[in-house]
């Protein structure tokens, strides 16, 4: 370290902290303002609560421990509510009532690059099937890496079955991994949201995705759950939006003739039987018929529904 740069070169984690070392002990001795600091520095002492971007001054280690403590206590607290949570509609579900408390062992990921690492030794042990919702994907090198591995599995006789948000399939580089996956044997369905973004293999481990996706990026914060209870219940969610979905590679708008549309898109709107019938042209036992065949079609339970559906599906796009 030179007399002009009393820090040196922080590149690498332990010239960071060699470097953060010595900086607390000036800072106690001389109150140099943290922001005066190198970054890497910086975010070495606030991250161990050491400065505080709000004081002027350092904390002692005293109280440095105790506000490291409290952040743990509050994220074991949360950690235990939520499976609490989980626990309890697990009861609910009918076949899996529990005689008792289940522990469940959760592995949390902040770093996307471990959690690929990890997924790598899940894929390798899987045996049977991976059912996966994406609702959004990695940068186009990394989805290329991966893609490699998925074909290895499904070449080995891994069921994959992926369900991803019409967003995700128009980001770079996924229209080509989705065409490859859907050649090898994957079955891929689009929906125009997906409400999780998960993968259940073997029905016996779960990868969630916890925190939201950040400016549309990757999620923030990942848990690997191993319970063969919770991924039942997963996959029960992932076999409901399964059928809301449509067969990668087809334009549900193609599907359907434009009189069709018009019908479902008079149905979303609340038309009568009547304007619907004197606007078609046709008569209202005609019409019947019609909206019957439709309904059956979009697996809805009632006309509203029919139109709700369709309207998810983009099939009123530009009427």
Same mark, same amino acid.
């Given at each position: 370290?030179?007399?002009?740069?009393?820090?040196? &070169?922080?590149?690498?984690?332990?010239?960071?902290?060699?470097?953060?070392?010595?900086?607390?002990?000036e800072l106690g001795s001389a109150g140099r303002a943290p922001d005066a600091l190198p970054e890497a520095v910086r975010e070495w002492l606030t991250e161990r609560r050491l400065v505080d971007g709000d004081r002027p001054?350092?904390?002692? @280690?005293?109280?440095?421990? *105790?506000?490291?403590?409290?952040?743990?206590?509050?994220?074991?607290?949360?950690?235990?509510?939520?499976?609490?949570? $989980? *626990?309890?509609?697990?009861?609910? $579900?009918?076949?899996?009532?529990?005689?008792?408390?289940?522990?469940?062992?959760?592995? !949390?990921?902040?770093?996307?690059?471990?959690?690929?690492?990890?997924?790598?030794?899940?894929?390798?042990?899987?045996?049977?099937?991976?059912?996966?919702?994406?609702?959004?994907? @990695?940068? @186009?090198?990394?989805?290329e890496e991966s893609l490699g591995e998925d074909l290895a599995m499904l070449a080995r006789g891994v069921g994959i079955q992926l369900l991803v948000s019409n967003r995700a399939a128009r980001l770079p580089g996924v229209?080509?991994?989705?065409?490859?996956?859907?050649?090898?044997?994957?079955?891929?369905?689009?929906?125009?949201?997906?409400?999780?973004?998960?993968?259940?293999?073997?029905?016996?481990?779960?990868? $969630?995705?916890?925190?939201?996706?950040?400016?549309?990026?990757?999620?923030?914060? &990942?848990?690997? !759950?191993?319970?063969?209870?919770?991924?039942?219940?997963?996959?029960?969610? !992932?076999?409901?939006?399964?059928?809301?979905?449509? @067969?990668?590679?087809? &334009?549900?708008?193609?599907?359907?003739?434009?009189?069709?549309?018009?019908?479902?898109? $008079?149905?979303?709107?609340?038309?009568?039987? =009547?304007?619907?019938?004197?606007?078609?042209?046709?008569? =209202?036992?005609?019409?019947?018929?019609?909206?019957?065949?439709?309904?059956?079609?979009?697996?809805?339970?009632?006309?509203?529904?029919?139109?709700?559906?369709?309207?998810?599906?983009?099939?009123? &796009?530009?009427?």
């Amino acid at each position: 370290m030179s007399a002009e740069d009393p820090y040196g &070169d922080c590149a690498g984690p332990e010239r960071v902290e060699a470097a953060a070392r010595a900086a607390y002990r000036e800072l106690g001795s001389a109150g140099r303002a943290p922001d005066a600091l190198p970054e890497a520095v910086r975010e070495w002492l606030t991250e161990r609560r050491l400065v505080d971007g709000d004081r002027p001054h350092t904390n002692s @280690p005293e109280r440095a421990l *105790h506000e490291l403590v409290a952040d743990q206590q509050r994220s074991l607290g949360e950690l235990h509510q939520g499976l609490g949570a $989980l *626990h309890d509609v697990l009861r609910l $579900l009918p076949g899996l009532r529990l005689a008792g408390r289940e522990v469940v062992e959760a592995e !949390f990921f902040a770093d996307r690059s471990r959690l690929r690492e990890r997924m790598g030794d899940l894929d390798a042990l899987c045996r049977d099937e991976i059912l996966g919702m994406r609702s959004t994907f @990695p940068a @186009p090198e990394a989805l290329e890496e991966s893609l490699g591995e998925d074909l290895a599995m499904l070449a080995r006789g891994v069921g994959i079955q992926l369900l991803v948000s019409n967003r995700a399939a128009r980001l770079p580089g996924v229209a080509r991994y989705l065409s490859r996956m859907r050649e090898h044997g994957a079955r891929i369905r689009l929906a125009p949201a997906v409400p999780l973004h998960l993968n259940v293999v073997d029905r016996a481990v779960t990868v $969630l995705a916890l925190g939201p996706a950040e400016d549309g990026g990757e999620p923030a914060e &990942d848990v690997v !759950f191993h319970s063969a209870r919770l991924a039942s219940c997963f996959a029960r969610v !992932f076999e409901h939006h399964w059928g809301t979905g449509l @067969p990668h590679g087809t &334009d549900p708008a193609e599907e359907w003739t434009p009189r069709e549309r018009e019908i479902l898109a $008079l149905l979303a709107a609340g038309a009568k039987d =009547e304007a619907i019938a004197r606007r078609l042209g046709c008569s =209202e036992r005609t019409l019947r018929r019609l909206l019957a065949a439709l309904v059956s079609r979009l697996g809805a339970e009632s006309r509203f529904a029919a139109g709700v559906r369709a309207a998810r599906l983009g099939l009123l &796009d530009g009427l």
